[in-house]
């Protein structure tokens, strides 16, 4: 198992990505993917896209982010893509019903986003463990849901 | 740079530059102090080197105890006031928690592992990664069979759910096979395990997945 202790770059700075264009055209560089609710973790344990097991154990003022580069030598490049952050789409039928569900949002400690009369809601696991925590308010119809293509979120 | 290690067995982070944090959240009462005496003896035997940040409310009550349990150096336990909101000390403001494991953590420089818990709080708690690397949440048969369908977030959420008081699924009248099984369904393919603190009943199974999941043991 590889054991990953530091950050070395970033994928876009110039020198790093001079070498990483250069590995790419020997399908030298894997990936290693790492969920968006995950990205916060100082270790933790993956395969990588290629297939290889790796242990990460960052110090602890250091965090992944999509485009960390993990090993970077002569025949091997390691990169972090985190996966897409999906977002629930949250509108209320009514001001009395936005009202609530703004009371729940923040009860909950949901990490939301206002999008004009939509709250988005970050999603960390299933809709229905959202969904379920809304009570009436979900099961009623009184707020209509859908969830972000990730890409539109942006 | 990175280089490739052969790691073969607890303790093998040796050279990382931290200790790997944990948390133990869960109701009131549910064992959460029990297990952690349980764990430290275990621990120790595969000779991970650990110390303990417990949370309570307004006393120190939970460090005391484990500061007088004779399983550990007293000085390895420090003790985090929670105020009236544990959750907030674990989650949204989890400063003083990260204070207290970085004073362990320069106190004992060969730390490996540092095991917060939590005051205890509801079904809604849930840790912050930028406090734990990975956590686990406590639940005991004595609070009723119906836990894991309330689908609380800690109970969603947590690398591993414990089912504690196995022992007394006679005495309350739960049937604890159903009951983890319903666990299971609710977690997907998040891991569930039973432990019988009193007895010490399920807790290699415990260190095992501690040691697996921030400590790289095979
Ligand atoms: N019968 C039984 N009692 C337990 C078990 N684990 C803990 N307890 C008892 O439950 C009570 C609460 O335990 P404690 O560890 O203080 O809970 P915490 O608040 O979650 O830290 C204590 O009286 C423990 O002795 C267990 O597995 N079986
Ligand atoms: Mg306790």
């Known amino acids: 198992m590889r054991l990953i202790d530091r950050i070395l770059g970033r994928r876009d700075d110039t020198e790093i990505a001079h070498r990483l264009h250069h590995l790419e055209h020997h399908h030298a560089v894997d990936i290693l993917t790492i969920p968006s609710g995950d990205v916060a973790r100082r270790r933790l344990r993956a395969t990588t896209l290629g297939g290889e097991e790796v242990a990460v154990a960052l110090p602890r003022d250091q965090t992944l982010f999509d485009g960390a580069v993990l090993v970077l030598d002569e025949a091997h490049a390691l990169v972090v893509r985190v996966g897409e952050q999906h977002w629930l789409r949250l509108v209320a039928r009514d001001k009395a019903d936005a009202l609530e569900l703004g009371y729940h949002a923040g009860n909950l400690h949901w990490r939301v986003r206002f999008d004009g009369e939509a709250l ?19 099961t009623e119809g009184r707020v209509s849901h859908s969830i972000v293509d990730p890409v539109q979120a942006h | 740079m990175n280089q490739i290690r052969t790691i073969e067995a607890v303790p093998s982070s040796k050279g ?5 944090r944990i948390g133990i959240g869960g109701p009131v009462g549910s064992g959460k102090t029990a297990l952690i005496e349980r764990l430290i003896p275990v621990l120790a035997g595969r000779g991970v080197d650990l110390a303990v940040v417990t949370n309570d409310l307004v006393t120190k009550e939970d460090a005391e105890r484990l500061r007088r349990s004779g399983l550990i150096d007293p000085e390895r336990v ?3 006031e929670a105020g009236a909101c544990p959750h907030t000390v674990i989650r949204e403001d989890p400063t003083l928690n990260i204070a207290a494991g970085d004073v362990l953590e320069s106190r004992f420089p060969g730390l490996e ?16 990664l930028d406090l734990v690397d990975w956590w686990m949440f406590v639940i005991d048969v004595a609070g009723g069979d119906d836990i894991p369908r309330k689908r609380g977030p800690g109970v969603l959420r947590c690398d591993l759910l414990v089912v504690n008081k196995t022992d007394l699924a006679p005495h309350v009248g739960v ?17 569930v395990l039973a432990t019988n603190a009193r007895s010490g009943q399920g807790v290699e199974a415990v260190v095992d997945a501690i040691c697996r999941a921030v400590l790289f043991a095979p």
């Open chain 2, 16 to 20: 990382t530059a931290t200790a790997a």
């Open chain 2, 175 to 191: 049937d604890l096979d159903s009951m983890l099984f319903e666990a299971r369904s609710v977690r997907g393919d998040k891991p």
């Open chain 1, 120 to 138: 988005l809601v970050a999603l960390d696991g299933p809709v229905d463990d959202y969904l379920v925590r809304l009570g009436a308010l979900a």
């Open chain 2, 78 to 80: 420090s003790a985090v």
């Open chain 2, 113 to 128: 592992l540092l095991i917060l818990e939590s005051g205890g709080d509801n079904l809604a708690s849930t840790f912050s």
